[in-house]
C-alpha cells in the first residue's frame, strides 16, 4: 500500500463489516429500531443483551463519510495543515497526511467535473500523475480559497469541527473503492491464503482501470457476481458524486453516507441475525428494499411492530440504557464500575462492592472481579462509543502472572471492538491505559431524573394536581384547537392510573370529550413528566 496507506487502512478498519461486534456463534442477534420525530434509535441485543445503540438525526448535519466539495479557509504551515470551509460553523481541519499520495490526481478531477472539462466519472483515460511528496509541506498543495474534494473522517467533537482527509474512499457490504489507484488490497482478517489469491484474482478481473480496491472480510467465499454487484454499486456512488459536482458552488455536499440504518445493517448483518423489529410501517418497508439488495434471504426476519409499549420498553432496551449510561454501572457479581469523563479523557474506577471472595484468597478474588470488570468494560466502550485515552484503575494484583492474565482477558474482550484501539499492560499502580479510535462525540444519556415532587427546583407542589394539569391540557386541544386522535404519552405508574378500573379516568375523558385519546407508557419518561402527540407524533405545544 502506498504511502499514506496507514491512515487508509485505519478508515477501512474503522468502516470495516469484517470487524463487526458479532462473532459467528450460535447466538440470539436482535436489531431494534426506534422512530420518532426527528430521530431514528438502532440498538443491537446479542442473546438479549444490549451491545451497541446508534441514534441518528434525520435533520443530520455532518455525518462520517459524506464527501463535500470545500473551500480552503486558511494554510497553517506551523502545523502543516489547513483550515477548510465544509459548512460547519467552525472550520473543518486537514493534515498533509491526510491528502492522500493521489491528492493532484483528486483535485484535477474535481476542478474538471465542477467546470464540465472531464465528461465521465471513469477513469479508464485518465493518466495518472504520481505520487505527492510524503514529507511534504501543506503550502506547496494547497492555497486559501482553493476548492477541493474532501470527505469527513471525524464528526464535530466538542468545540473542534470536523476532521477531514482528502483521501476519498466509498464504502460497501464487502469491498472500499479506493479511486486513482490500481492496488487490491485485502483484510489481514481473510487467513487463508487460497482464498486470498481466489479474491485478489477476481477483483482485477472486474475492476475498472484506475479505481483501487481494498476488499473486506465480508468477501470471504462470496461468488463473484455478489463481488460485481457491489463494485457497481460503488461506481454508481461515484458516478452521483460526480453529476453533483457539476457547477457546484463550496461549500456543498456532493455525496451523503448512507442513512446510520443502513450502515449498521451494511456493516453488521450476518446469518446470525434472527430478527429486525421496527416501530414504523414505512421504515421497515425502507430496510425491507435494503436488504433485498444485500441479503435478499434476510429480506423475511424484518417485523412491524405493533405493540402498544414502546417498541424499547417492549424488548428491555430502555432498562439497559438506564443501567449502563450512568456514572456507576453494576455488574452482575455486585462488584461496580464508576465512569468519569474529563476533558482529557474517560477514568473507569473498579470496585468490588459487595463482591464476597468465599473461600477464595484476596488476588484471585480480585482477579475474578477484574477480569469481569473488563469483558463489560470492553462492551461498555462500544456501546457509549467512548474513544480517545482511557484509563481503567482495576483492583491491585500482586502477582505479575495475574497482571498478564489480566492483560490478555482485556484484550479478547476487546478482540471484536471495530474502533481501532491500543490497550497497554497494567502499570505499577494497576492501571490499564488504552487509546480507542473516536470518530464521532460519545454518545451522552442522561439517565439520571429530576425529584418527581420537585422537578429539580427544590419547591414542592402537590402531585395529585397532574391529572388536573393533563385534563386542561386536553380540553383546551380537544375543545378549542379542535385537535383529535392525539396520544398522552406519560411514566408507567400514571399510565396505570389514568386506564386501569372502571370506569377507568380515560374512560371519563371519553364520555365527556366523545373523543377517544390513546394514553401510552414510556418507561425512558419522568414520573410527572408528559407530552401530547398528535396523530403524526409530533409532540403539540401546551
Not at 498543495?141 to 477541493?148: C, E, G, V
Not at 459536482?245 to 446470525?272: C, F, H, M, Q
Request: overall charge positive; charged content about 30%; proline content about 4%.
Amino acid at each position: 500500500m502506498p504511502w499514506g496507506g496507514e491512515q487508509q487502512g485505519e478508515r477501512a478498519s474503522a468502516r470495516d463489516a469484517s470487524c463487526c461486534l458479532i462473532p459467528s456463534q450460535s447466538v440470539s442477534v436482535d436489531l431494534i429500531i426506534r422512530a420518532s420525530a426527528g430521530e431514528v434509535a438502532i440498538a443491537l441485543q446479542r442473546d438479549k443483551l444490549l451491545m451497541e445503540l446508534h441514534r441518528e438525526r434525520t435533520d443530520k448535519g455532518f455525518t462520517v463519510g459524506d464527501i463535500y466539495l470545500a473551500k480552503v479557509r486558511k494554510v497553517a504551515p506551523g502545523l502543516n495543515a489547513a483550515f477548510v470551509d465544509v459548512g460547519h460553523e467552525k472550520d473543518a481541519f486537514l493534515h498533509y497526511f491526510d491528502l492522500g499520495p493521489q491528492f493532484r490526481n483528486a483535485f484535477k478531477f474535481a476542478k474538471g467535473a465542477v467546470n464540465g472539462s472531464v465528461k465521465s466519472s471513469l477513469l479508464e483515460d485518465w493518466k495518472l500523475d504520481g505520487d505527492i511528496e510524503k514529507g511534504g509541506k501543506i503550502a506547496d498543495a494547497l492555497s486559501a480559497s482553493q476548492s477541493i474534494l474532501v470527505q469527513i473522517a471525524k464528526e464535530p467533537i466538542s468545540t473542534k469541527g470536523p476532521r477531514l482527509t482528502a483521501e476519498v474512499t466509498l464504502a460497501g457490504r464487502y469491498m472500499v473503492l479506493v479511486p486513482f489507484i490500481n492496488k487490491v488490497s485485502i483484510s489481514t482478517r481473510i487467513k487463508d491464503s487460497a482464498e486470498r489469491d481466489r479474491l485478489k484474482r477476481a477483483l482485477q478481473s472486474i475492476k475498472p482501470d484506475n479505481f483501487g480496491v481494498i476488499i473486506r472480510t465480508n468477501a470471504e467465499n462470496k461468488k463473484v457476481a455478489d463481488l460485481d454487484a457491489d463494485l457497481k454499486a460503488l461506481i454508481a456512488r461515484w458516478d452521483v458524486c460526480f453529476r453533483n459536482l457539476r457547477n457546484a458552488l463550496p461549500p456543498k455536499r456532493v455525496l451523503g453516507e448512507i442513512d446510520r440504518t443502513s450502515a449498521v445493517l451494511r456493516d453488521l448483518l450476518n446469518k446470525d441475525f434472527n430478527s429486525i423489529h421496527v416501530d414504523d410501517e414505512l421504515l421497515a418497508e425502507e430496510v425491507r428494499q435494503y436488504l433485498g439488495k444485500i441479503a435478499p434471504d434476510k429480506v423475511g426476519i424484518v417485523k412491524h411492530y405493533r405493540g402498544k409499549q414502546d417498541i424499547f420498553d417492549s424488548f428491555g432496551v430502555n432498562k439497559q440504557i438506564k443501567q449502563a449510561f450512568g456514572k456507576q454501572v453494576m455488574l452482575s457479581s455486585g462488584a461496580y464500575l464508576i465512569i468519569e469523563r474529563t476533558e482529557a479523557m474517560h477514568v473507569i474506577d473498579v470496585n468490588s462492592g459487595s463482591r464476597k471472595g468465599g473461600q477464595k484468597d484476596q488476588e484471585q478474588n480480585a482477579l475474578e472481579i477484574n477480569i469481569e470488570a473488563a469483558q463489560e468494560i470492553a462492551r461498555l466502550l462500544r456501546l457509549r462509543d467512548m474513544g480517545g485515552i482511557i484509563a481503567v484503575d482495576f483492583i491491585d494484583l500482586y502477582s505479575a502472572e495475574n497482571r498478564r492474565a489480566l492483560h490478555k482477558a482485556f484484550k479478547e474482550a476487546m478482540a471484536d471492538d471495530k474502533a481501532k484501539h491500543n490497550i497497554l499492560p497494567p502499570s505499577r499502580f494497576g492501571v490499564i491505559e488504552l487509546t480507542r479510535q473516536r470518530v464521532r462525540p460519545a454518545t451522552e444519556i442522561d439517565t439520571s431524573e429530576s425529584c418527581p415532587t420537585c422537578g429539580g427546583s427544590g419547591e414542592v407542589s402537590a402531585p395529585v394536581l397532574i391529572i388536573d394539569e393533563i385534563e386542561n391540557a386536553l380540553n383546551y386541544l380537544l375543545v378549542e384547537k379542535e385537535e383529535n386522535g392525539l396520544t398522552l404519552a406519560v411514566h408507567p405508574f400514571i399510565h396505570a392510573y389514568l386506564t386501569k378500573g372502571w370506569p377507568s379516568i380515560r374512560m371519563k375523558w371519553w364520555m365527556r370529550w366523545r373523543q377517544w385519546v390513546k394514553v401510552e407508557a414510556q418507561g425512558a419518561r419522568r414520573y410527572l413528566d408528559y407530552a401530547i402527540l398528535d396523530k403524526e407524533g409530533k409532540e403539540l405545544p401546551i
